[in-house]
Nanobody
């Protein structure tokens, strides 16, 4: 069974940095897009950044220049590098991966369990 597991969340001071990882477990045949979402307390989940299979990226305006997404296709892993963190970045961060587990299988969305990131002065 395919799962994606996030790691790297934690408590950080404003202006600090963190790197989140989203790694696959189980048999993966191919991965299409990999994305990071976040959900702050009392707010709806929002898209943070997306990276295509070929490496092209897009990011929300609120994080451009501070948060960036990367992927290592050999490791089936996505990363979210977070620099110059602000208190409004406090949220649970989720990875969303569109992948197939076997040849000719349809792509499915796989969600990680969430990685909490808390900004605290």
């Amino acid at each position: 069974q395919v799962q994606f597991v996030e790691s790297g969340g934690g408590l950080v001071q404003p202006g600090g940095s963190l790197r989140l990882s989203c790694a696959a477990s189980g048999t993966i045949y191919s991965i299409d897009t990999m994305s990071w979402y976040r959900q702050a307390p009392g707010k709806q989940r929002e898209l943070v950044a997306t990276i295509a299979r070929g490496g092209s990226t897009s990011a929300a305006a609120s994080v451009t220049g501070r948060l960036s997404i990367c992927r290592d296709n050999a490791k089936n892993t996505a990363y979210l590098q977070m620099n110059s963190l602000k208190t409004e970045d406090t949220a649970v961060y989720y990875c969303d991966v569109r992948a197939s587990s076997a040849w000719c299988d349809a792509l499915q969305d796989y969600w990680g369990q969430g990685a909490p990131v808390t900004l605290s002065p």
